[in-house]
T-cell receptor, first 114, second 111 residues
Framework: NAGVMQNPRHLVRRRGQEARLRCSPMKGHSHVYWYRQLPEEGLKFMVYLQKENIIDESGMPKERFSAEFPKEGPSILRIQQVVRGDSAAYFC????????????FGPGTRLLVL | AQRVTQPEKLLSVFKGAPVELKCNYSYSGSPELFWYVQYSRQRLQLLLRHISRESIKGFTADLNKGETSFHLKKPFAQEEDSAMYYCALKARGSTLGRLYFGRGTQLTVWP
């Protein structure tokens, strides 16, 4: 099992551009979580998705940010019209259904907005 | 509101010395506590969770509800323990699996 995959690992965008971050969960995992880590801070929850459903997006900024986890393919975190304050490390985690709630993390995507 | 506090940003000890990484939390319900570790150039990985009551790589952590703490301890630190350690909280029994993280403690074990 290759573990949680995220790509790209590093992403550079200019202000106003769009950023798309991808997360492929571990095989068999249908729960995906996105976290953001600003410099010198801990990880902050953004959104929790199951296949085709957003379960909890209470940590997501109301504007410019969206997430999806389609039936086929990876989960996508999309940031429109990026600003410098969006520069951060974005981590994805996945977990199995049912009882195993351990979250397994991907390596993260480092977004730099110029 | 849920909050996890790791008061030490940096912690240094010599090899063979005991180490304790502090974690305090605030949560009105029944929490589930975790320690995650991130070694250099590696991804965040689960070290231990309080409900398992296990020792991993010589580390233990006991949930103290009276003091709302979940400190991570190891009696004899090793150089390979140098890493970033994050304490995290989840609402036990919640169907929403979000974790609340502390800001992390960078542990350095000197030879």
């Amino acid at each position: 099992n290759a573990g949680v995959m995220q790509n790209p690992r590093h992403l550079v965008r200019r202000r106003g551009q769009e950023a798309r971050l991808r997360c492929s969960p571990m095989k068999g995992h249908s729960h995906v979580y996105w976290y953001r880590q600003l410099p010198e801070e801990g990880l902050k929850f953004m959104v929790y998705l199951q296949k085709e459903n957003i379960i909890d997006e209470s940590g997501m900024p109301k504007e410019r940010f969206s997430a999806e986890f389609p039936k086929e393919g990876p989960s996508i975190l999309r940031i429109q019209q990026v600003v410098r304050g969006d520069s951060a490390a974005y981590f994805c985690a996945s977990s199995l259904e049912d009882r195993d709630e351990t979250q397994y993390f991907g390596p993260g995507t480092r977004l730099l907005v110029l | 509101a849920q909050r996890v506090t790791q008061p030490e940003k940096l912690l240094s000890v010599f090899k063979g010395a005991p180490v304790e990484l502090k974690c305090n939390y605030s949560y009105s319900g029944s929490p589930e506590l975790f320690w995650y570790v991130q070694y250099s150039r590696q991804r965040l990985q689960l070290l231990l969770r309080h409900i398992s009551r296990e020792s991993i790589k010589g580390f233990t952590a006991d949930l103290n509800k009276g003091e709302t703490s979940f400190h991570l301890k190891k009696p004899f630190a090793q150089e390979e323990d140098s890493a970033m350690y994050y304490c995290a909280l989840k609402a036990r029994g919640s169907t929403l699996g979000r974790l609340y993280f502390g800001r992390g403690t960078q542990l350095t074990v000197w030879p």
